[in-house]
């Protein structure tokens, strides 16, 4: 387990994980839907009241979505892409912060050893990991599609990743702090969607 004495100052390429970021958030905004659609549709009418039901589902969800209904109809579609888009790239800056700071398994023979400044590896390729995942998670079909279109998933997405990077940083620096944060966020993820109980 790493110690608060192991926790390291950044490294050379240290930036690299947040360029991926940003490429990937590039292509997200290219291919992005920007008109009607039947992924979109549902979100529309409940924005702009178009639906005389009373919604009773995904409040955090609800909430997030309903300032976009003071724009212009024309511009909501892509309105409401651009923000599952946000939700699920603020996901993979939590993604690549999780994975820089998680534990690492060590032999016996590297837990004599002096840790290198990144950690276990050395600051030439400490920035890997995060870049891969980064990589992985944002180019996987299903988080492409969430990110492209108007999406409930993308919001839960980040409550996950959230509380799964707060469960992280508590290990790392033993605050308590960090679990307040975990169980707040996480019960507001639960409420938002039922499905995230299978995660608790």
């Known amino acids: 387990m790493q110690t608060q004495e192991s926790k390291s100052s ?14 990937v958030g ?5 291919t992005m ?6 992924t979109n549709l549902s979100y529309l009418t409940l ?12 409040p ?11 724009l212009p109809v024309s511009v909501q579609p892509a309105a409401l892409s651009c923000l599952s888009a946000a939700f ?3 996901s993979l800056w939590l993604l690549a912060r999780t994975v820089r700071i998680l534990p690492q398994e060590r032999t016996r023979l590297q837990r004599h050893r002096k840790l290198e400044e990144g950690g276990i590896l050395p600051d030439s390729i400490a ?9 992985v998670c944002g180019f996987q079909m299903v988080i492409w599609e969430n990110a492209t279109t108007a999406s409930g998933a993308a919001l839960d997405l980040l409550i996950l990743a959230y509380s799964i990077r707060a469960v992280a ?14 169980a707040l966020v996480f019960s507001m993820g639960v409420v938002n969607n039922y499905s995230m109980l299978a995660y608790g």
């Open 10 to 23: 950044p490294g050379p390429l240290s930036w690299v994980p947040w360029i991926a970021i940003a490429i």
């Open 26 to 30: 590039l292509i997200y905004v290219i």
């Open 33 to 38: 839907e920007r008109w009607f659609s039947v």
């Open 47 to 58: 924005i702009n009241g178009w639906d005389w039901r009373v919604y009773s589902g995904s």
């Open 60 to 70: 955090l969800t609800y909430l997030a979505i309903r300032p976009l209904g003071l």
């Open 88 to 90: 699920i790239l603020g």
């Open 127 to 135: 920035w890997m990991p995060a870049t891969l995942a980064v990589l």
């Open 169 to 182: 940083e508590f290990r790392l620096t033993r605050q308590d702090s960090w679990l307040y944060k975990a």
